[in-house]
């Protein structure tokens, strides 16, 4: 198992520019979902997703686009980088349903926009 | 809206000493509550998970309690050892899944 895979690990975008942050699990976890983590913040939840098909919003969502045509994979797409917007970036998947279900992460994506 | 805080955090403590952090939530309806480890330009590694009916977990040196009534959890290193300097982040689970800022760890050889 590979667990959770994050590419790229880290980026650096110019205002304006979009990139697509990849997210892949090989646990066949239904529940995935994007955090960034910020200097002195916690994990905030940017999009998460229960299914394929199925995706929702989370607590910081704007600027940010998922989709889920699979169970494995879940990118992250920024249309139009803002400096808000740089931060690292975590990728986290786990199994629905039981409480004792453990949330996996992925390494990190530093990403900075100038 | 559930808020997490973790206090302090930032400590620094010589090597071998039992050592408590703290992680305290605003809503009690919760499914678990989980301590992670993150290490420097690492992703989050989970070193204990209580659900909602469990009052505590233990692995090895750590041992984590669960009080809902009154939001809290603590997370006991025994023996602290250099190696277990990381910031440590709680994160409770409801809707979604809340974390504190974490606390960073130093243990000083």
């Known amino acids: 198992n590979a667990g959770v895979t994050q590419t790229p690990k880290f980026q650096v975008l110019k205002t304006g520019q979009s990139m697509t942050l990849q997210c892949a699990q090989d646990?066949?976890?239904?529940?995935m979902s994007w955090y960034r983590q910020d200097p002195g913040m916690g994990l905030r939840l940017i999009h998460y997703?229960?299914?394929?098909?199925?995706?929702d919003q989370g607590e910081v969502p704007n600027g940010y686009n998922v989709s889920r045509s699979t169970t494995e994979d879940f990118p992250l797409r920024l249309l139009s980088a803002a400096p808000s917007q740089t931060s690292v970036y975590f990728c986290?998947?786990?199994?629905?349903?039981?409480?004792?279900?453990?949330?996996?992460f992925g390494e990190g994506s530093w990403l900075t926009v100038v | 809206k559930q808020e997490v805080t973790q206090i302090p955090a930032a400590l620094s403590v010589p090597e071998g000493e039992n050592l408590v952090l703290n992680c305290s939530f605003t809503?009690?309806?919760?499914?678990?509550l989980q301590w992670f480890r993150q290490d420097p330009g690492k992703g989050l590694t989970s070193l204990l998970l209580i659900q909602s009916s469990q009052r505590e977990q233990t692995s090895g040196r750590l041992n984590a309690s669960l009080d809902k009534s009154s939001g809290r959890s603590t997370l006991y290193i025994a023996a602290s050892q250099p190696g277990d300097s990381a910031t440590y982040l709680c994160?409770?689970?409801?809707?979604?899944?809340?974390f504190g800022a974490g606390t960073r760890l130093t243990v000083k050889p």
């Open positions: 986290a998947s786990r199994l629905i349903g039981e409480a004792g279900n453990t949330i996996y």
């Open positions: 646990m066949n976890h239904e529940y």
């Open positions: 994160a409770v689970r409801g809707n979604d899944m809340r």
């Open positions: 997703s229960v299914g394929a098909g199925i995706t």
């Open positions: 809503d009690s309806a919760i499914y678990n």
